[in-house]
């Protein structure tokens, strides 16, 4: 079947938004007069999301079920997305209408323009607390800096992706995914489009601290090698203070001075060496965990049901 449009919706736990998710796109696409579909992937739900989302695909032909064994991450979720798409144009939206249906019709204005990529940028955002707005900010920035490919800041997965980028992305299999940074690594013609965030229909947030630090973990990890680097210049640092420090003390004994004796210079020197090397060990340990992950080649989702009409 031909569509022009799909619309990905990764999905964990979001019972009480998935009927208004599906009205309001409806609302928006059907404006469109152009064939579209929607892919809702239930990332292993256990709230009854997933009953609700065959329910809704019963009833509507345009809704794609794709189902997984179990939570495998949104970053997984969207992935599947774009594997069972058919549209000439793909777009990733939250399922809690953080991201309104409404900004498609925005993104899909520059794509006729031309752009192969069409991000939304997140201007105001209403309805979090301000440590989630202050480390998403803290956070975009970083990447920006550190990473080799800049990703536009202030950009969460909210996008359309032309097929040609689509096609590309599918092809880049790696298990720890940074889906915004993906996009932005495949070049393409490129532009952002400023929109407000609201506050979430229902339910709460599925980032808690721990994931979102994992996300910031795959995204530096995925896109540069800055952490080693860190590791190398105090590795240099800490060698060449020591190096300087011999002739110093040498110095300082010759002519008399008592500087330097006892426990708590050697215990200070030890324990600030021990904890640089331990941090840089860990930091090579977040490389290999991922390179060790990499080679076991395990399927990056597994599907419970997929969709009928596949
Ligand atoms: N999500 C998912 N799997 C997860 C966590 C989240 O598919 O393990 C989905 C979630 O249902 C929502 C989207 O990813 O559609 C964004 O999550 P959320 O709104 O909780 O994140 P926030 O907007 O608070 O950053
Ligand atoms: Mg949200």
Redesign the pocket.
Known sequence: MNVTYTIIAPIYNEIDNLSELVRRVKEVMDSTGEPWELILVDDGSTDGSTEKIRQLARADKTVRPVIFARNFGHQVAITAGWDYARGDAVIII?A?L?DPPETILELVKKWKEGYEVVYAVRGVREGESWFKVWTASLFYRLIYRITDVKIPVDTGDFRLMDRKVVNVLKQMKERHRFPRGMSAWVGFKQIGVTYKRVA?VAGV???PFNKMLRLALNAITGFSYFPLQVATFFGFVSAGLAILAIPIVIYMRILGSGAFFGQATTLIAVLFLGGVQLISLGILGEYIGRLYDEAKGRPLYIVREAPEDQ
Do not use: F, I, L, S
């Open positions: 939250d809690d953080q979430r947030t599925k980032y």
